[in-house]
């Protein structure tokens, strides 16, 4: 939508991502992430720490639950979404805002760790992230194949990297 705010985030994992469910069944994980930056010091000659940023987060549906299942606390991540104003009234009467992030896209940075990536089976509703939509329309599961970045039904002989030494010693761009 337009005017909406993008950002993106690049920071740990407070804790394991919560997951919920709404009455309706609606799967929700919320979490926080916390982003320090660090500027070099060039006085000292040192790195220091700035002041943390920690910022709340949801994901909905099918993706709540695949970021509870693969995300842990202390992980580093990088996310991806809208930011979001609501007004509430606390238990003491007084009226609070809370600015949380919508997350589109979230995943491990790989700065630092290495992580395997596995493609989840389809199981229906609209595709893509969190938000609106999703009607719930049932659909024929994927077909889940042992290469993660491969399309059902796509053959990947003519993948240059699929095969060692399939095209000879030079590289194929």
């Known amino acids: 939508m337009a005017g909406e705010t993008v950002i993106t985030v690049v920071g740990n994992l407070t804790a394991d991502p919560e997951l919920r469910y709404t009455q ?12 320090t930056p660090r500027n070099f010091d060039r006085a000292a000659n040192e790195w220091k720490d700035g002041d943390a940023l920690f910022l709340r987060a949801s994901v909905w549906r099918e993706f709540a639950e695949h970021v509870a299942g693969s995300l842990t606390k202390g992980m580093r991540v990088m996310a991806q979404g809208r930011l979001r104003q609501r007004s509430y009234q606390d238990r003491e009467g007084n009226q609070r805002t809370a600015i949380e992030l919508e997350v589109d896209e979230i995943g491990p940075s790989l700065r630092y760790a290495t992580a395997q990536v596995t493609r989840a089976a389809s199981t229906g509703g609209a595709g893509g992230a969190g938000g609106a939509g999703g009607g719930g329309q049932s659909r024929p599961a994927q077909q889940v194949s042992e290469e993660p970045w491969s399309t059902p039904g796509s053959s990947t002989s ?9 095209f000879g010693d030079d590289t194929p761009f």
Do not use: E
């Not at 309706?24 to 982003?35: E, K, M, Q, R």
């Not at 003519?158 to 399939?166: E, L, R, Y």
């Open 24 to 35: 309706n069944g609606l799967p929700v994980a919320n979490f926080t992430i916390a982003s």
């Open 158 to 166: 003519a993948d240059a990297w699929s095969t060692p030494g399939s």
